[in-house]
């Protein structure tokens, strides 16, 4: 099944590499970074801040209860009653925000296939997932390239997914297609 499946997406892109022209396939490749562009073509990206550590802890500070800094880019607190760690890697920059949720060996394979649907259609930006036999809700991304919004954003939603775990498995914004209970 797997393979019938990646080879229905292989053909089409198969079909579709002769289309491309050296200058397209390049771009496709290769996409500009912002900072290029807004080299060439100031119009194509908004001039942004990068996010810091700083700036996170500076949020962290204000929204969430029972903050403690473990070391230079790690943090374990609360938010919206629910127990979070947040860890950093300026060297890959990278953020995880992350809250356990229940030990893998507990769940039922209905909720299993919940968390999966969830993943495509209720969690968002936030995602549940498992790690070391533990159920997590998470969210991963880039560090530089995070605004306020969305980290303030990514705290909601992960915390909504540890409340909603059982019940509507919703990182609380919209849902994407249909759901079936």
């Not at 159920?135 to 991304?141: I, N, P, Q, R, S």
Request: proline share 6%; charged share 15%; with cysteine.
């Amino acid at each position: 099944m797997q393979n019938r499946t990646l080879g229905a997406i292989a053909l089409p892109l198969l079909l579709l590499a002769p289309m491309l022209t050296s200058c397209t396939a390049s771009r496709f490749l290769n996409p500009p970074t912002p900072n290029a562009s807004a080299a060439t073509n100031s119009s194509s990206f908004p001039a942004t801040r990068s996010m810091t550590v700083e700036a996170l802890e500076s949020i962290l500070k204000e929204n969430a209860t029972n903050l403690e800094k473990r070391n230079n880019q790690q943090w374990v607190f609360e938010y919206d009653g629910v127990p979070l760690l947040l860890m950093t890697n300026t060297e890959f920059d990278r953020i995880r925000l992350l809250s356990p949720i229940i030990e893998d060996a507990e769940i039922a394979e209905v909720e299993r296939q919940a968390m999966l649907q969830a993943n495509f259609h209720t969690a968002l930006d936030a995602r549940y997932a498992i790690s070391n036999g533990v159920v997590f809700a998470v969210y991963l991304h880039p560090l530089s390239s995070l605004h306020e919004n969305d980290f303030r954003a990514a705290l909601i939603q992960v915390s909504q997914l540890v409340k909603n775990f059982g019940s509507t498995y919703s990182s609380g914004g919209p849902t994407f297609g249909e759901q079936s209970q």
